[in-house]
């Protein structure tokens, strides 16, 4: 079955720094990876997704994130983070058949610091 | 455009009540979920319906039951609550483009 860790609960970083929240998943074939992003008293939202293709994809509100299959990742990051970023953050995995449901992360709070 | 409704937000039950969460969309997806959020533990699917007329468990359906009562509604039931159903509850649709949800405000739900 496939797994996702992300690998830190929470991060703080000051407004307009640079942020890499941390992915990792497990499958033992080939998966689709996504991020979505959950603001305060808010359902789920899909950032961004990695189908196939070039391993870069790019989402909404300035994130992206970088399949590497070597490392089995899906880091996401933004280069300049603002106050409204402020948010709970799931990366999740479903296998490439597509006939399994989505199966997520624990999530990382990301905190912005004004 | 109201997307995925879920009724009620909050609720409060005592241990051994019963109760119904209500979920409908209007988007014609033909797939429905329903997840339990709590601390430290991200989404954990219960239940699913991947088209009209099934359902399938997921990772904890244990002290839940599900029906797909049509394309737009997919009800969760909790026939006899209990403290460790404490929880906020989604319900998501599906566009059918893999691994695309839509989620719906949640419902959180106490149980004394």
């Known amino acids: 079955a496939q797994s996702v860790t992300q690998l830190d609960s929470q991060v703080p970083v000051f407004e307009e720094a640079p942020v890499e929240l941390r992915c990792n998943y497990s499958s033992s074939v080939s998966v689709y990876l996504f991020w979505y992003v959950q603001y305060p008293n808010q359902g789920l939202q899909l950032l961004l997704k990695?189908?196939?293709?070039?391993?870069l994809v790019k989402g909404i509100n300035g994130f992206e994130a970088e399949f590497n299959k070597s490392q089995t990742s899906f880091h996401l990051r933004k280069p300049s983070v603002h106050i409204s970023d402020t948010a709970e953050y799931f990366c999740?995995?479903?296998?490439?058949?597509?006939?399994?449901?989505?199966?997520f992360g624990k999530g990382t709070r990301l905190s912005v610091i004004a | 455009n109201a997307g995925v409704t879920q009724t009620p937000k909050f609720q409060v039950l005592k241990t051994g009540q019963s109760m119904t969460l209500q979920c409908a969309q209007d988007m014609n997806h033909n797939s429905m979920y329903w997840y339990r959020q709590d601390p430290g533990m991200g989404l954990r699917l219960i239940y699913y319906?991947?088209?009209?007329?099934?359902?399938d468990k997921g990772e904890v359906p244990n002290g839940y039951n599900v029906s797909r009562l049509n394309k737009r509604e997919f009800s969760l039931r909790l026939e006899s609550a209990a403290p460790s159903q404490t929880s906020v509850y989604f319900c998501a649709s599906s566009t059918g483009l893999v691994g695309e949800l839509f989620f719906g405000e949640g419902s959180r739900l106490t149980v004394l």
């Open positions: 999740a995995v479903i296998l490439n058949s597509g006939n399994t449901p989505l199966v």
């Open positions: 319906s991947a088209s009209e007329g099934t359902t």
């Open positions: 990695y189908l196939s293709g070039s391993t």
